[in-house]
């Protein structure tokens, strides 16, 4: 693996970072900002290292005095290096973060363009770079859609990386990439191969050294993107959870993909917060695509889900799976799209966080909320802790299920806050986050994960 800088901490960050065209991209010249919770008992060092797409570095940036449960924000646009030198405009590559405490961090990525063709979305950092990555939600040259690939190699020698098309049971097509440079990254969004037009599948992502990805899921001509951090091997599991989940709940729906990670088929549970139970089977080595809301349940039994439903679903197989799910206002304009993956057993706790919290913060009047669902359904008991730019804030409660949380229509948080919270349970919880503007046009929805405290 790649020095980490001695520290406690290390994320890495997102592999489109800085101002600039993106290379294979959806259209518009992309900006990632970044937002650090130190998640440790002391106030801690954090430092963002920026990377060249050839491994070499770019510069960094620290930040002093960390307070313990609060964060860092940064905007390479907007913000200097050390030293007082920007990252330089039309640069793009990786960043990874180092600190003395442990962190979370949120990537948010948008683009600069005007009106119904903006763009973005966020994803959570990568923790554990893998030689096997899953990315559930693909889809390749189908009507105005394409997805992007950003692939690092995190280990310490060249890597070679096979990346694996799968449609239902079958393998469609190979693409390769030889002798990745360690620390360096690379764009795949060039796909040459007939059999992915009109491909709508996953991705399996293996390589010779540890692997960090990304995916991109946009709208060619602009205005819709969806991004999420490839799944590592290990965070398949034959429990899984979606918080924050809408079935046809006024325009916004969910669609979404489960990898089935053995060669043995998965016999495969989801049971959501209003009791509605599907069964499934998904393909050894396979995956099986569900739109409930467009009628899609894939040979599923149980349906059809009931429409107007905003909760959470708990998913049992019988072999390790993954899952990533979109959710979409399909059922309305179409205008706005964000992506998460399932929880996993070990991503949930009584201790949880949210690195990235906005109440009408900046010109956008970017606002974030967060879904919290209930480990084992009933009662929880919660106490929510905000700290950012002006102070600290406080909730208690009681929630069952589930509950959703926007700080700006709850009241928890004064307009113009940009933080982070930190959330006490006396029962275990599964999280996600998401952000939007009520003002920007276009696709102003990206979500990502919450994360589990230590």
Known sequence: MRPRIGSVGWVALGLLAGAGPALGAPPGRFTADYSIQNLGSRPAIVMIRFVNPDGSEAGTKTFYNVPAGGSAYFHPARHAL???IPLPVG?????????DQPVAAVTTVANDLPGPLYASDAYGGAVEPSTILFAPLVRIQRGSWNTRIVVQNAGDAPAN???????GRTVVAAQTISDLPAGASAIVDRYEHPALSHFNGSA???GTAPLVVTVDEYRTRGGLLISYMGLPLSKAGTTLYMPGYLNAYGPWTTDFTLVNTS????????????????????????????????GVYGG???GPLASNFHGAATVSASQPIVIAYRITNALGPGDQALAYTAVH?????????????QNQYGEGKWTTAFAVQVIGGGAARLSLTYKGNLGTFTWRGLITDF????????????AGFLGSVLILSDKPLAVVGSRSSPIQPGDVAAGFPGVKVP
Do not use: E
């Open 403 to 414: 509950r959703a949380f926007n700080p700006a229509s709850d009241g928890h948080v004064p």
């Open 345 to 357: 057993p070990a991503d949930t706790g009584t201790k949880m966080a949210v690195p990235l919290i």
């Open 204 to 206: 399996v992502i293996t």
């Open 161 to 167: 990386v096979r990346i694996r098309f799968v449609s």
């Open 82 to 84: 050390d030293g007082g």
């Open 91 to 99: 640069w793009w590559g990786t960043a990874i973060v180092s600190a």
């Open 263 to 294: 060669n043995i088929p998965a016999f495969v549970r989801i049971r959501f917060t209003n009791n509605q139970i599907l069964y499934c089977t998904v393909p050894a080595n396979g995956n099986l695509y569900l739109n409930p809301a467009a």
């Open 300 to 302: 599923c039994a149980g």
